[in-house]
C-alpha cells in the first residue's frame, strides 16, 4: 500500500457528517454517540514543578483557552510544558540577543560572533533561540498554534448561540414556549 498516514483527505468530524446528510452512509448511531462525547476529558493537565516562572505565566494564560475549545485533557501535560518552557525559554534568549546587540558598536553582538581569528558564526545565543523557536512550533502544532495547524484539528462541536437577543427571546417566548 502506498503513502503513509498523511496521504489522502483529512478526516471529517462525526458533527460535519451528519450535518452534510451522511453520504458515507456510516451507522448513524454511532455518529450521534461520537458527537455526544469526545474522546477525551476536557480538562486542565496537570503542571509540571519544572516550568520556569515565564512558563507558568504562559501555562496560566494559554490552558483556558485550550480548555475551551476542547483541545487539552489531563494526558497534555508533557507536550504542553514543552511548548511553555520553549515559548519562555525564546523570549529570554530574544531579550539576550536584543541587550548584546544594543551594547554592540554594530549592533550585530547577539547574532554575530567574531573570534580571535576574524572568523565569524552564528552567535550561541541566536542558535539557542532559533531552537527554542522550533520546539515551541513543534509543541505548539499538536494544540493547533499555528494556522495550518489549526486546518487538520478536530475540536469539540461548539453549541449553538442565542438565537435572539435578551428582549426578543423573551417575545418569543410568549409566543413559542
Given at each position: 500500500?502506498?503513502?503513509?498516514?498523511?496521504?489522502?483527505?483529512?478526516?471529517k468530524?462525526?458533527?460535519?457528517?451528519?450535518?452534510?446528510?451522511?453520504?458515507?452512509?456510516?451507522?448513524?448511531?454511532?455518529?450521534?454517540?461520537?458527537?455526544?462525547?469526545?474522546?477525551?476529558?476536557?480538562?486542565?493537565?496537570?503542571?509540571?514543578?519544572?516550568?520556569s516562572?515565564?512558563?507558568?505565566?504562559?501555562?496560566?494564560?494559554?490552558?483556558?483557552?485550550?480548555?475551551?475549545?476542547?483541545?487539552?485533557?489531563?494526558?497534555?501535560?508533557?507536550?504542553?510544558?514543552?511548548?511553555?518552557q520553549?515559548?519562555?525559554?525564546?523570549?529570554?534568549?530574544?531579550?539576550?540577543?536584543?541587550?548584546?546587540?544594543?551594547?554592540?558598536?554594530?549592533?550585530?553582538?547577539?547574532d554575530?560572533q567574531?573570534?580571535?581569528t576574524?572568523?565569524?558564526?552564528?552567535?550561541?545565543?541566536?542558535?539557542?533561540?532559533?531552537?527554542?523557536?522550533?520546539?515551541?512550533?513543534?509543541?505548539?502544532?499538536?494544540?493547533?498554534?499555528?494556522?495550518?495547524?489549526?486546518?487538520?484539528?478536530?475540536?469539540?462541536?461548539?453549541?449553538?448561540?442565542?438565537?435572539?437577543?435578551?428582549?426578543?427571546?423573551?417575545?418569543?417566548?410568549?409566543?413559542?414556549?
Amino acid at each position: 500500500m502506498a503513502g503513509n498516514g498523511n496521504s489522502g483527505r483529512f478526516g471529517k468530524p462525526a458533527a460535519l457528517k451528519l450535518l452534510q446528510g451522511n453520504r458515507g452512509r456510516e451507522n448513524v448511531g454511532d455518529l450521534l454517540a461520537e458527537v455526544a462525547s469526545p474522546g477525551f476529558p476536557v480538562e486542565a493537565p496537570p503542571m509540571p514543578d519544572v516550568l520556569s516562572a515565564e512558563a507558568i505565566a504562559e501555562w496560566e494564560q494559554l490552558t483556558p483557552a485550550l480548555i475551551a475549545l476542547g483541545l487539552v485533557s489531563n494526558l497534555d501535560s508533557m507536550a504542553l510544558a514543552t511548548y511553555c518552557q520553549a515559548v519562555a525559554d525564546w523570549r529570554r534568549y530574544q531579550r539576550l540577543i536584543a541587550q548584546r546587540n544594543a551594547a554592540s558598536d554594530d549592533e550585530l553582538g547577539g547574532d554575530i560572533q567574531t573570534f580571535k581569528t576574524g572568523a565569524q558564526q552564528m552567535h550561541v545565543l541566536r542558535q539557542l533561540a532559533n531552537d527554542a523557536e522550533k520546539r515551541a512550533n513543534a509543541a505548539g502544532a499538536q494544540f493547533g498554534l499555528s494556522p495550518m495547524a489549526r486546518r487538520n484539528l478536530k475540536t469539540l462541536p461548539q453549541g449553538q448561540g442565542e438565537l435572539f437577543p435578551h428582549e426578543q427571546r423573551d417575545a418569543a417566548n410568549k409566543y413559542f414556549s
